[in-house]
Nanobody
């Protein structure tokens, strides 16, 4: 099994910054993809950013230029640096790890709340 523990959420004013962290532990394979998703009340969960073991990244258009995803493979930890935060960024943010098995297995963190005030 894989466990993901997230931290770093909180309440910030528009224009502020937050840094989210997600530490993975358990049966982690060499190749995996870690990412951040977010879900606002009444809306579907959406991909924010993802990063492969080799550092290839992908971002939602809404956060490009403002958010940066990175990872430390020695610590099995992924980070999301969020700058120039907007009220629209308010959501529960979830860390995900995907890795191969019989099929691709997805593991989710418990979520951390990010609230951006006007």
């Amino acid at each position: 099994q894989v466990q993901l523990v997230e931290s770093g959420g909180g309440l910030v004013q528009a224009g502020g910054s937050l840094r989210l962290s997600c530490a993975a532990s358990g049966s982690i394979f060499s190749f995996n993809i870690m990412g951040w998703y977010r879900q606002a009340p009444g809306k579907q969960r959406e991909l924010v950013a993802s990063i492969t073991s080799r550092g290839n990244t992908n971002y939602a258009d809404s956060v490009k230029g403002r958010f940066t995803i990175s990872r430390d493979n020695t610590k099995n930890t992924v980070y999301l640096q969020m700058n120039s935060l907007k009220p629209e960024d308010t959501a529960a943010y979830y860390c995900k790890l995907s890795q191969p098995g019989v099929r691709v297995y997805d593991y989710w963190g418990q979520g951390t709340q990010v609230t951006v005030s006007s």
